[in-house]
C-alpha cells in the first residue's frame, strides 16, 4: 500500500510518501496508524494524536475506523485549512 | 459552464470569473478570498493533494448545481507561497435570479473550507513558520449545508 503525508505529518515523518506491505491483522486504518507510529520516533510524533489527524483512502475521505480493504493509497493529514 | 483551477501563479477574480456573465443569466456572485496580515505574516503557503483537490472542487460544483438553479460556477485556488495582499481563491455562480448565485457562492466556499485537501502554513518577517489549525467555526459555518 501507498502511504502519502501532507502538511505537518508530512514534515515529523521527513517523507511525502512510502510503501508498506499490510500484515494480515491490519485490517483498518487505525490499525494502521498503530503500526506505523512504531516505525521511527517522527512516524510516533506524527501519529501520537489520532483525533488530530484525517485520512483519504483512494482519495476518498473517510473516518478512522474505515477498512483498508483493497484501496491503493492511504493519505494521513492534518484537519484542512484552505480557502 | 464548471471550472475548477489550482494554479501556482498568482490569480485574479476577473480571470477566475471569465465567462460567466455570458451565460444568459441576470446574476453572478462571488467570494475572493486573501492572504491577510495576521500579526506579522508576511506570507501563506498552500499545500494540496493533487487529484483529490481537483475532484473534491469539482464535486462541490456538482452538488451547487443540483441544489441551485444554475447557469455555471468556477472554483480558483492558489497553491505555493502566496504573499499577503494577494488571492488566495475566487470563488463564482452564475444563475437567473441573484439568490441562487449568492447562496451557492456562500456554499461553495464554505464547503471548500471543510472538504478540500489543502494546508495553509503561515510565515512571518522573523523566519518563523507555523502550519494553520482548523477552525472550528468552519465546521459550524460548513454544517450549515449539510
Do not use: N
Not at chain 1, 502538511?7 to 521527513?14: S, W
Not at chain 1, 491490519?26 to 517522527?42: E, F, K, N, W, Y
Amino acid at each position: 500500500m501507498r502511504l502519502v503525508y501532507f502538511a505537518a505529518v508530512r514534515e515529523a515523518i521527513g517523507v511525502a510518501s512510502e510503501t508498506c506491505d499490510l500484515p494480515t491483522h491490519v485490517r483498518t486504518i487505525d490499525d494502521m496508524i498503530d503500526l506505523l507510529a512504531g516505525q521511527s520516533p517522527g512516524h510516533a510524533l506524527a501519529f501520537q494524536d489520532k483525533a488530530r489527524l484525517r485520512f483519504a483512502l483512494d482519495q476518498a475521505m473517510v473516518p478512522l475506523d474505515a477498512a483498508l480493504c483493497d484501496a491503493h493509497e492511504l493519505a494521513i493529514f492534518p484537519p484542512v485549512t484552505g480557502g | 459552464m464548471r471550472r475548477v483551477v489550482i494554479s501556482d501563479e498568482p490569480i485574479s477574480a476577473e480571470v477566475a470569473l471569465a465567462g460567466l456573465s455570458d451565460l444568459g443569466g441576470g446574476a453572478v456572485s462571488s467570494f475572493t478570498g486573501i492572504s491577510r496580515d495576521d500579526g506579522g505574516v508576511t506570507a501563506i503557503e498552500l499545500e494540496h493533494y493533487p487529484g483529490m483537490t481537483e475532484s473534491s472542487l469539482m464535486r462541490l460544483i456538482d452538488e451547487a448545481f443540483t441544489r441551485w438553479a444554475l447557469l455555471g460556477a468556477a472554483i480558483v485556488h492558489r497553491i505555493g507561497r502566496v504573499a499577503v495582499g494577494e488571492p488566495v481563491v475566487v470563488v463564482g455562480a452564475a444563475s437567473r435570479h441573484r439568490a441562487d448565485a449568492l447562496e451557492a457562492t456562500a456554499f461553495l466556499i464554505d464547503r471548500l473550507k471543510t472538504d478540500a485537501p489543502f494546508w495553509k502554513k503561515e510565515h512571518y518577517a522573523d523566519g518563523r513558520s507555523v502550519w494553520v489549525d482548523a477552525k472550528s467555526s468552519d465546521d459550524d459555518r460548513s454544517s450549515r449545508w449539510a
